[in-house]
DNA sequence: TTTAATTTGGATAAATTAGTCCAATTATAT
DNA sequence: ATATAATTGGACTAATTTATCCAAATTAAA
């Protein structure tokens, strides 16, 4: 697996979100939780570190729940998320785990792995929630298990 | 982290002692560890399942230790080994973990990542262990941390 | 033949990740 | 006002991964 568990829950979790503020709609938990078939408890708790990091906002009490304000929604990218949950992800390690390793002291899958490292990495930061909302809206793609 | 602990230790240890067995040298435990850096015990039990799975052959008594056959060394590339000691290892799964997430059901994140993961992919199937041992002969790539 | 260096195997421990449960707080709607 | 539906926060549990320790078995060398 690429992503945690908790990244992975929480990229459809703020693209569900995205999708229902682009409507100008807020969410509840339960419905997150259902609609990404996720862990409710669990996603809570993601949904807290991700509101701590500022990514979706939410309101207390009766008919309270969460969205994502849209600057927000214009600026966030997988990297932001994933950041937020599993701490800084970093996706340029050498893949042998050698702490060294480096394009002066390569490792001996150094050059093989390089571009595949910064196309992983070009897709954390490139990738805009907004992008994928919008996409999911269309209809052509899918969050469903 | 793209592999785990155990296949980074692992393949860094196969690596090695592909090396070494190009010599026609065995290695034992204390030194694989030292070499690659990795923790003593636990090598000791991912060399226990390499050679369940084949892939090291190992003799007992003082001057024993590991090497990896010839022919063995000829075949063996990257899966073979992430296989040994994580199980079945796919990277072909979707990257938001989706179960049903395919080309006719896609997630959100399924054109951008189809080229990585296929790459992964490719990277692990072809990879050989001869030839990465090779590289290291050379001296232009490295196992140091 | 004894000693010493090694692999083997089993039990256990520590750390991290994944997940649950419940009480407290908040605010809307009846 | 009050009940209700929601977030919030803290403690707890479970599962997996990453290790450690030690005794037993094996075999080469002294």
Redesign the interface.
Known sequence: ???S?AS??S??AT?FIALKSLEGEKVNLKEISIQIESPEAFTSKLLQLLKKSGIVRSSLGKSGGFDIEKEKLESLNLCHIVNAVDGKAD?S?C???????SDN??????S??R??KQ??ND?LHN?KLLT??K??RTG??????
């Open positions: 697996m690429i992503l568990k992975e829950y990229i459809r693209v996706y390690v893949i042998m785990g050698l702490k060294a390793c002291v390569p490792c001996p899958m150094h093989q792995y571009n595949i196309n992983l897709l990738t994928l909302a996409k999911l052509q793609v899918f969050l469903t298990n």
